[in-house]
């Protein structure tokens, strides 16, 4: 196990035979790292993290929201799940579109699944409302 990776983050206590890790493996972070929630992590290895921001509007002087979403490297040693908050850091280029790994699981966000259960109604409320109205239609005619 290396000492150090040059970040003070607590070292994970599983260890993993990943040579993409940067704990276990000979990986290199540098440049920024960013705090983000674990929304997707399906893929082998890998993990979706999304935070939000704000932009700012000059013409308007009103800020927007907006979010990011990364591709991530997920070690066998940190695996995050989906509602985890993550540290994340960029390395070198590990895929096409992995940049970053995750070098922390700093926990579960608080009401991540309600959160998500209420977008998944959303939607299912909007797909069923367009088939209403040309039911509707249909019997109008």
Same mark, same amino acid.
């Given at each position: 196990m290396k000492k150090s990776i040059g970040v003070d983050v607590n070292q994970p206590k599983d260890r993993c035979t990943d040579r993409k890790c940067p704990f276990h493996g000979n990986l290199a972070?540098?440049? +920024?790292?960013?705090?983000?929630? %674990?929304?997707?992590?399906?893929?082998? #290895?890998?993990?979706?993290?999304?935070?939000?921001?704000?932009?700012?509007?000059?013409?308007?002087?009103?800020?927007?929201? +907006?979010?990011?979403?990364?591709? %991530?490297?997920?070690?066998?040693?940190? #695996?995050?799940?989906e509602g985890d908050i993550v540290k994340i850091m960029e390395c070198r280029p590990l895929s096409k579109t992995k940049n970053f790994t995750i070098i922390e699981n700093m926990g579960k966000e608080k009401g991540y699944r309600e959160r998500m259960e209420a977008a998944e109604q959303s939607r299912i409320k909007r797909a069923v409302k367009p088939a209403e109205e040309a039911e509707g239609q249909e019997a109008g005619n």
């Open positions: 972070l540098r440049g +920024r790292s960013f705090v983000g929630t %674990v929304v997707s992590d399906k893929m082998h #290895n890998t993990a979706i993290v999304e935070w939000n921001r704000r932009h700012l509007l000059t013409k308007y002087e009103r800020y927007e929201k +907006r979010k990011t979403r990364l591709k %991530v490297h997920n070690p066998e040693c940190i #695996n995050a799940k």
